[in-house]
């Protein structure tokens, strides 16, 4: 298996950085869109456990829209062949001073693009 094929990790780059925009912006429709319409997709939040595609969707819709804007710190981005891939990066929120969040999510390619499978956020002391 190859690791890092270019061309699979600029997909990846390029889906990512798509997730950060509609994330930062409360684009739901497209984060809904990002991840993988299925019972078996999990995300693991801040404060919630979410099981399933519909418990995710019906989180995204209920959050927050207030101040969602964050810097990203040591994005690492690694492609296994050419349909599984993990992203894992730091964040830091200006309302948040003294926390560092972390993100990782297991990425895989489908008929219609890529799609999130796994994911999960913390926020620690930093």
């Known amino acids: 298996?190859?690791?890092?094929?270019?061309?699979?990790?600029?997909?990846?780059?390029?889906?990512?950085?798509?997730?950060?925009?509609?994330?930062?912006?409360?684009?739901?429709?497209?984060?809904?869109?990002?991840?993988?319409?299925?019972?078996?997709?999990?995300?693991?939040?801040?404060?919630?456990?979410?099981?399933?595609?519909d418990e995710i969707a019906a989180f995204r819709s209920a959050r927050n829209d207030g101040n969602l804007k964050r810097r990203l710190e040591r994005t690492e981005i690694t492609t296994y062949g050419t349909d599984f891939a993990t992203a894992a990066t730091l964040f830091y929120r200006d309302t948040a001073p003294g926390k560092v969040g972390r993100q990782m999510q297991t990425w895989m390619k489908t008929p219609d693009g890529w799609k999130v499978v796994a994911a999960h956020v913390s926020v620690v002391a930093e």
Not at 2 to 20: D, G, H, L, P, Q
Not at 23 to 50: H, K, M, Q, S
């Open 1 to 53: 298996m190859e690791i890092n094929i270019a061309s699979v990790k600029a997909e990846v780059e390029a889906v990512f950085a798509e997730y950060e925009k509609a994330l930062v912006g409360n684009d739901v429709a497209t984060l809904d869109r990002l991840f993988f319409n299925a019972p078996t997709t999990i995300r693991y939040g801040g404060g919630e456990n979410l099981y399933g595609y």
